[in-house]
């Protein structure tokens, strides 16, 4: 399974493994990534933008294009 490194939930769950674990400069880098990731997907949904750059979720439901 491979994981999204662009995912601020990804992000996050690694903060909080890393800091269970006491690893605190890993920690530390991960929720600063966590927190301009997380500050950019804010950014884009005040904006209206979408996530383009992005595969939509697994269990997103993809409407089929209509024939012109």
């Known amino acids: 399974v ?24 890993e920690a530390d880098s991960e929720w600063a990534i966590f927190k301009r990731l997380e500050e950019a997907r804010k950014r884009r949904d005040v904006d209206g933008g979408t996530d383009g750059d ?13 024939k012109p």
């Open 2 to 25: 491979a994981l999204n490194g662009e995912d601020p939930g990804v992000r996050y769950q690694l903060f909080l493994v890393l800091s269970r674990l006491k690893r605190k400069e």
């Open 54 to 66: 992005l595969p939509p979720p697994p269990d997103a439901v993809v409407p089929a294009k209509e």
